[in-house]
């Protein structure tokens, strides 16, 4: 193998870790790829964290396998680019590079009594923070979490605010913690070199901390949540040299190059650079995103205003999102919690041996539902069941769920922009599962295409690499690399896809108000 040649992506995800290498045609080297998984840690209902330790052990030991790849020179990867589950935060202390409480993860609703005193009394409510940041108040974002460890720590006498002020303890997303150790962690290890603490714009912009406008932390904002300032980390550009891996790693001396939140980085690697180009992950959520070019827009329809990159010191580029924190996780409750199928593959077969869904619906508000609904007090219910229904029905409900909640982010993104979409490139674990893209297509009255490579999260981080090292000179060549897969093409009539969705809206209503807003 010729030198110089690779870009190594490191996928940091909620389920796993991985690390792909890419080559210059924007495949992976299927030799040179590893995926470890992480304990879930779920202390009480509503709570989910990770341990920050065991995922930078998993960073590790994933770009070993790649480093161990027979065939690869260490000296021919050229540049390293991140990417990151968004929202999971960790707070770590700054002298020994140890995480003072686990990281708490994007789907941990433990701050929904934070989030409700913040709105209590405002105007505007829930959405006090929507014109600077983009995101209403909600328990997903990282800022209420990192408040929330800092109280933790008050009410231990462990001086959380405090040493947080002083700039003795650091907070950062994932990317943050991962860059902070390959380019140094602890000091005192100590061969001089500090490490980084920096997090890039697009997971900056998912803290509710972040001002759209200056691509800085608000001060005023940071205040009152009770975040110290002086615990952040420098907002950066999601393409340029940031750092170089410290010469005591795997891969020392190497630049780091880009950093992308996972859903951002996925949106770039399906290379969706024009406005109106719009992608949706299927993974252990959905998250569809639709590029709005360099004006950031507001929505009027539940759907988040985000950061999807900045290319060095040009514009950044902004894009609406519609997440949703149940889609192949609720195949995965139906294998792990029921029982009722032992792969997720199962899914499909199951689903295509019904003629319908016997007018079955599954809605997955287990910890409320995000958009475009936000409601905290929502949770999941299965309706219609009757003595008929099987679990193939329950197979069908939990695959049709995540088209359904596609829908509905989509009509929001159709409301907000005026017009109907187009095509819709799709990517995640699920794109497997051929019912549910069928269906999908059908659902929305629109193609659904796949690509060749469905990694498109960690090509996207490899991508904002490359072109900040120059293995690619500008996103039109990135265009070229982006290949079609298959195409689903809607064949359901139009009166019954509505009939569909109107059930479904049905469906969700039964689920609101059955818990407490404040958890
Ligand atoms: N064939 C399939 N049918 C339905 N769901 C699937 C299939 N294959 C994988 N999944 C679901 O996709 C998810 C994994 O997708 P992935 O993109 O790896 O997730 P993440 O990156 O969020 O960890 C799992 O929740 C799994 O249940
Ligand atoms: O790690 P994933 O693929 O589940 O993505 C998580 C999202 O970034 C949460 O916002």
Known sequence: ????????????????????????????????????????????????????????????????????????????????????????????????????????????????????????????????FRETTGLPLSTYFAGPKIRWILDHLDERGERGTERAEAGELLAGTMDSWVVWNLTGGRRGDDDGEAALHVTDVTNASRTLLMDLGTMQWSEEICREIGVPLAMLPEIVPSSGVLGRVTRRRMFGGTPISGILGDQQAALFGQTCFEPGDTKNTYGTGAFLLLNTGTTPQTSDNGLLTTVAYQLGDADPVYALEGSVAMAGSLVQWLRDNLGIISTAAETEGLAMSLEDNGDCYLVPAFSGLLAPHWRPDARGALVGLTRFHTKAHMARAALEATAFQTREMVDAMCADAGEAAGSLRVDGGMVGNGYLMQFQADLLGVDVVRPEVTETTALGAAFAAGLAVGTWDSIDRLRELWREDHRWSPEMPEEERERLMARWRDAVERTLGWADAEG
């Open 1 to 128: 193998m010729s030198r110089n040649t690779y870009i190594l992506a490191i996928d940091q995800g909620t389920t796993s870790t991985r690390a792909i290498l890419f080559d210059e045609k924007g495949l992976p080297v299927a030799t040179a790829t590893a995926q470890i998984e992480h304990s879930q840690i779920l202390p009480r209902a509503g709570w989910v964290e990770h341990d920050p330790m065991e995922i930078w052990s998993n960073v590790r030991t994933a770009m070993g396998h790649v480093a161990g790849d027979a065939d690869l020179e260490p000296a021919s990867v050229r540049a390293i680019g991140i990417t990151n589950q968004r929202e999971t935060v960790v707070v770590w202390d700054k002298a020994t590079g140890k995480p003072v409480y686990n990281a708490i993860v994007w789907q941990d609703t433990r701050t929904s009594g934070i989030c409700a005193r913040l709105a209590e009394g405002h105007p505007a409510g829930a959405d006090r």
